[in-house]
């Protein structure tokens, strides 16, 4: 027997393990799982003879969890000629097969590639070598591309362009055929200068892909002697790689942009002077200067000084946000008016911008149903084009139906027309694009998946404490008796409350402070556990409290106790103040319903979508806030288990669930729902990490902006998925009848890879 350990990712409930030790206990040769859902750990004894440590990390993968060997090393790499998903497959397919790789992932946008465990870094450098492509250690790559990286392609696309159309210009003025063949063959090299390595990389390796087809296109073309069209092929894909380039490069600048938002230095306060130093450098617990104008480096609270903060690249919040001490700002964040001194609380690479930037970069690497399976399609679709043409161009001919030459010409125009270009970046460029568009209005998508799922729910189930509500407590009523005000209740209330730490005390306290209430002090304070307080003032005893604790003072008289079941029934807490002779006056707090919270579920029933609330909280609580905002339906008094049941039983109905709450207590449920929605996510590091899908600001309108965006992703996949096989099936009927040539063949894959490229831009607007 052997034992090994893995590092579990997404695992955070007890279902969550139960998934796994199944999937676990069901291969032949496994004796016992141990797993650590706090600890995010898993170990695993098994029959060595039987089964290897690949064999395990397949089987907790295949039930949707990520995993790593708990002594694997990490190494990130910088890949420079990974640039599209031909290249990650290749690497997929060679890395994957090596001895000590436990996972892999791939950053497109920054070239990086992640490797998981033993494997020694030379092992896997000398890999990616064999593949024509070189890996550099993460602390080791260039900072900058060089000139060539950057413009390379750039400058090559123009000179076949140039060299084309004076090509072209010499065949029409007859200027010579030494002259024209010299500029076409120019015109193709430097077309095919990207293209041919990356085409004899899929030769070498057995994974023909669309530079492949480009490239035997073109090599048959000047075959046949079509020197002309050869070159064009070569052009125009090159144009197209070019343009999808761009397209990479500008999701690139967006993260960089996010990286700029937040300064390099920070100004500290260290033995009494003031200094600059990096970011990074700073600890937890300094206190930094914020000046008007300045961008606050770190995250933290503010001690001393008042201003308006923009942290609209944070929250998404239109509107700058007052802060004062006690208040919390975030890294990246302008203080626009007033001098801050802030008390930081996380190092750099901890902040919640920082979190955004990781989750932006893993969304992107992370494929899309949608996705996949275009990628699974293309890499049968090619080589069944490959067949295709060598069909084309054998059999007509060789049953005397027309020349060789003129059935090679249609295979080969065959070869172009079924390239795969528009279908490959139909979706990740509409993926990008709606990532980036609901990243910007605040609402961050943790990956394609989560963008194409949100599109499909079906019905969204709400927290209500935190996510329907504020989340505290505040007094809603106060009504004087025995001839009392009710500035006189609230300075009796707030008195008697001064001593407690109960939320609701804080309620009573807060309007008392609204109102500019002088409060007297209290004497001989004592705190009822569950029933209320009881103090001296002025020289008078009081209590405050329940129905109950006015039961056993007997203060509880019958209109009284009316008034507190009226309030009660409202959903309300209702309160008794009272002394020795009787009833005062009657204080009841209510946890407020977010403005937004009714046009949000409003919104959302306009879009067909049910809604339901999910509460711990008592049936009448949760009655009266499902009546106020129009939920369709509630269940109350629910443990935190009692939600992942419901939301399983949702979906075993057949209902997309997305489960909305505030990232922390609600984290079974968010891992449970097809999509786990975090409220007010800048504030937490749980729901950055737990949920799907995160509301940056505690904006309940961001919801149905989310959805909509989905929904929008979603359709315009499908638009180009749909467009770009009708595209192929009708040129494909066009090459095989000789109605179409070599440049038409090219013209319309370009023609359909800017239309859905185009398209897909359309999902970063709603």
């Known amino acids: 027997m052997r034992s090994c350990d893995f590092r579990v990712g997404g695992m955070d409930c ?48 295949r039930v949707g969890y990520q995993v790593a060997e708990e002594d694997a090393r990490r190494s990130v790499f910088v890949v420079a000629e990974m640039d599209c998903a031909e290249e990650v497959r290749q690497l997929e397919s060679k890395l994957g097969r090596l001895p000590g790789v436990t996972h892999l992932r791939f950053d497109l946008l920054s070239h ?46 123009v000179l076949s362009g140039v060299c084309l159309a004076l090509g072209l210009a010499s065949l029409w003025f007859e200027a010579g055929e030494l002259v024209t063949k010299s500029l076409l063959a120019l015109s193709a090299v430097a077309g095919g200068w990207f293209v041919a390595p990356r085409g004899w990389r899929a030769v070498r390796h057995g994974a023909l892909d669309m530079n492949f087809l ?27 790689q070019l343009l999808e380039s761009y397209s990479m490069e500008r999701a690139r600048h967006a993260i960089r942009a996010l990286m700029e938002l937040s300064p390099a230095e920070a100004t500290v306060r260290r033995d009494g002077r003031e200094q600059n130093v990096p970011a990074g450098e700073v600890q937890v617990g300094e206190v930094l200067i914020v000046r008007p104008g300045q961008k606050v480096p770190l995250d933290g609270e503010v001690i001393a000084g008042r201003s308006s903060v923009n942290q609209a690249a944070i929250t998404g919040e239109s509107m700058p946000v007052d802060k004062a001490r006690g208040d919390h700002v975030f890294a990246g964040s302008i203080n626009e008016h007033g001098m801050l001194e802030v008390r930081s609380e996380k190092q750099a690479h901890d902040t919640t911008l920082a979190r955004i930037i990781h989750a932006v970069e893993e969304a992107q690497s992370t494929r899309a149903p949608s996705q996949s399976f275009v990628d699974r399609f293309s890499r049968v679709y090619t080589p069944a084009v490959v067949a295709g043409a060598v069909l084309v161009f054998v059999g007509p001919p060789a049953l005397g139906f027309g020349a060789w030459e003129t059935w090679f010409y249609r295979a080969l125009t065959l070869l172009v027309v079924a390239c795969p270009c528009a279908l ?37 189930a709400f927290d209500k404490t935190g996510t329907l509500t504020h989340g505290r407590p505040v007094v809603t009523d106060v009504l004087g008796q025995s001839g009392m005000e009710r500035a006189d209740v ?79 029934e409202q959903g309300k807490t209702a309160l008794l103040l009272a002394d020795e002779s009787g ?37 009448r609580a949760a009655r009266a806030v499902a009546v106020q905002v129009g939920i369709d339906d509630h269940w109350a008094s629910l443990l935190p288990e009692d939600k992942v049941r ?19 207590n609600d984290a079974p449920a968010l891992a449970a729902a097809t999509v786990g929605v975090a409220m007010g996510a800048a504030g937490t590091d749980v729901a950055l990490e737990t949920a799907d899908v995160a509301l940056m600001a505690d904006d309940l309108s ?3 902006l989310a959805l909509a965006m989905s929904r929008k992703t979603l359709r315009i996949i499908k638009e180009n998925i749909a467009f770009s096989i009708a595209v192929k099936a009708v040129f494909v009927v066009l090459a095989v009848a000789g109605w179409a040539t070599l440049w038409m063949a090219v013209a319309a894959d370009m023609g359909s890879s800017l239309a859905v490229i185009a398209n897909g831009l359309r999902a970063r607007a709603i």
Request: aromatic share 4%.
């Open 214 to 240: 480009m490239l035997s296109a073109a090599v048959g073309g000047v075959l046949i002697g079509e020197w002309a069209e050869s070159a064009s092929v070569l052009f125009l894909f090159s144009v197209a």
């Open 112 to 157: 990086r590639m992640i490797v998981e465990g033993a494997a020694p870094a030379a092992v896997v450098r000398r890999a990616v070598e064999e593949l024509g492509m070189t890996a550099r250690p993460e602390e080791e790559a260039p900072g900058r591309r060089g000139f060539w990286k950057a413009r390379g392609r750039l400058l090559m696309t």
């Open 490 to 568: 609230l300075r009796l209330a707030g008195a008697l409350e001064q001593g407690s730490e109960h939320a609701l005390a804080e309620a009573v306290l807060a309007a008392a402070r609204a109102e500019k209430i002088a409060l007297p002090p209290a004497a001989d304070f004592q705190a009822m556990a569950g029933r209320g307080v009881q103090a001296v003032i002025e020289g008078r005893t009081y209590f405050l409290g329940g129905e109950r604790l006015a039961r056993e003072r007997g203060a509880l008289d019958p209109q009284t106790a009316e008034v507190l079941r009226n309030l009660e």
């Open 424 to 460: 490959v970046i139909s979706t990740p460029v509409s993926i990008v694009s709606g990532l980036a568009g609901a990243a910007r209005r605040g609402v961050l998508i943790k990956g394609g998946v989560h963008l194409e799922n949100g599109g499909a729910a079906t019905l969204v």
């Open 14 to 61: 007890p279902s969550c393990a139960e998934a796994i030790e199944r999937s676990l206990a069901g291969l032949d040769g496994v004796h016992d799982v141990r797993v650590d859902v706090l600890g995010g750990k898993v170990q695993v004894t098994y029959a060595e003879g039987k089964l290897a440590r690949g064999d395990l990390a397949g089987a907790i993968r």
């Open 583 to 619: 009833s005062l006056g009657v204080l009841a707090a209510a946890d407020q319903v977010r403005s937004e919270a009714a046009d949000a579920i409003a919104a959302l029933r306009a879009k067909g979508i049910r809604t339901v609330m999910l509460t711990g909280d008592n049936p």
């Open 702 to 704: 961001k919801l149905p």
């Open 646 to 664: 419901l939301v399983r039983e949702l979906e075993a109905k057949g209902e997309r669930v997305i489960f909305v709450g505030d990232g922390v």
